[in-house]
């Protein structure tokens, strides 16, 4: 029999073009994003309840009691597929407990700006077949996504020339992956912070100012991206970690929108990992509002700022490699369901479960948000899928939580 199809999990690219590693080392040498993420998770690992090793059952009773005790409970982390995110909410639902993505504040970055001035998104295949000049801005997003490069100057495009594909580097000094064969020009933007950079670029996009007034190298990239014929923003909203980059990100759409006056542009804003697009996406399908939201007496609602002083207890999942764990929750009760070796520090009970395209068949949203792709089990698992345990925990609950 064929070995199931790998979807790689541990990025929102969720590539699908290379086989399941196993014990060959063949994606470890692949990608350092996934042998990072191999080697964070274990294949088996043992529920625990303070720190002693109990079977899972006792476990989930532990977490049940736990959850039906707190009053101002969140769940947290959600890096895991479609199904544990929908039985989070169904749990939240039934607790009245707020939810919240670990990626949180940078998912907002882009989510304020679709939601203040529109967007104009492409996906990956799109890119790939017809982009004839790709600006990255803002970080290199290759150490975010190191084969982002490989996917998207991919040998003969249908609708591009290959030889006349372009890559420039907008507040980016260099990649560290960078496309074989396409050379990455860094755009000199004059000591101009990116803010004034691409405020710059807008100017002289719309002959608002003349062009000599601007950094020549701002008015070179101005000069080709009115003259390109498919043209490619990409960012990765986790690189703009500073004040106001949801103003940026807004500006960078503004941008797009004044050049497909002339010609075609479009962004490509890469997440996913974490499965911080699945959790936000089974979010906005199941109730409307994207992340965070607060389920209580029976309502749920969207709550942008969240002030998550008054938790109790954290309800933590992460079945994905690559969260970091909230300071602030340092001091609070924690329960976790995760992947053996993603346990919290501290946490109260934790409760192993399989990984989602590794060991349980589950849906991932990838990076462009258009496709939700299954990703099927590899290995026979030792736990359950977090879904599963979500939902025995909510079995133990009593009511009326
Ligand atoms: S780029 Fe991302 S999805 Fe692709 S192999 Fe690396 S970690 Fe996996």
């Not at 964070?40 to 309840?49: F, K, L, P, S």
């Not at 801005?137 to 290759?142: E, K």
């Not at 703009?240 to 075609?264: C, I, M, S």
Request: one cysteine or more; hydrophobic letters at 50%; a negative charge.
């Amino acid at each position: 029999m064929n070995a199931p199809h790998f979807v790689c999990p541990f990025c929102g690219l969720l590539c699908d073009d290379l086989p399941f590693p196993g014990t060959s080392g063949l994606l470890q040498t692949a990608c350092p994003k996934a042998a990072e993420g191999w080697a964070a998770i274990r294949a088996t690992g043992d529920a625990r309840v303070d720190g002693v090793a109990v079977a899972e059952a006792a476990a989930v009773r532990a977490a049940s009691a736990a959850l039906a005790k707190a009053r101002r409970p969140l769940i947290g982390g959600l890096a895991g597929d479609v199904q544990m995110m929908r039985a989070a909410l169904a749990l939240a639902d039934r607790c009245g407990a707020r939810v919240v993505h670990a990626n949180q504040a940078a998912a907002q970055r882009n989510l304020f700006a679709l939601q203040s001035r529109g967007a104009v998104a492409t996906t990956l295949a799109e890119a790939r077949q017809r982009a004839d000049l790709v600006v990255v801005v803002g970080g290199d997003v290759t150490r975010r996504f190191p084969r982002i490069m490989e996917r998207l100057f991919a040998p003969a495009p249908v609708f591009v020339d290959a030889a006349q594909r372009r890559l420039a580097l907008l507040g980016v000094d260099a990649l560290e992956y960078a496309p074989a064969g396409v050379s990455a020009e860094r755009v000199d933007c004059g000591g101009l912070d990116l803010f004034d950079a691409v405020g710059a670029l807008r100017a002289c996009c719309e002959d608002r100012i003349d062009a000599r007034m601007a950094p020549a190298g701002l008015a070179a990239l101005a000069e080709r991206m009115q003259s390109c014929r498919y043209g490619l923003l990409l960012w990765a909203a986790g690189d703009l970690d500073f004040a106001g980059a949801d103003l940026l990100v807004e500006q960078l759409q503004q941008l797009l929108q004044d050049l497909n006056r002339e010609t075609r542009w479009a962004a490509l804003p890469l997440a996913g990992s974490g499965g911080d697009l699945t959790a936000n996406a089974v979010a906005a399908w199941q109730t409307g509002f994207a992340l965070p939201l607060e389920f209580r007496d029976g309502e749920v609602a969207g709550d942008a700022f969240p002030d998550y002083s008054d938790v109790d207890l954290l309800l933590w999942l992460a079945v994905l490699p690559g969260l970091t764990f909230p300071d602030w929750a340092r001091d609070v009760p924690v329960v976790a369901i995760g992947a053996p070796g993603l346990a919290p520090p501290g946490a109260r009970v934790f409760i192993p479960a399989a990984v989602p395209g590794v060991e349980a068949a589950g849906h991932l949203v990838r990076t462009d948000g258009v496709v939700t792709l299954y990703a099927p089990a590899q290995t026979a698992s030792a736990h359950p899928a977090a879904a599963t345990q979500l939902e025995r925990i909510a079995a133990a609950l009593e009511p009326p939580c």
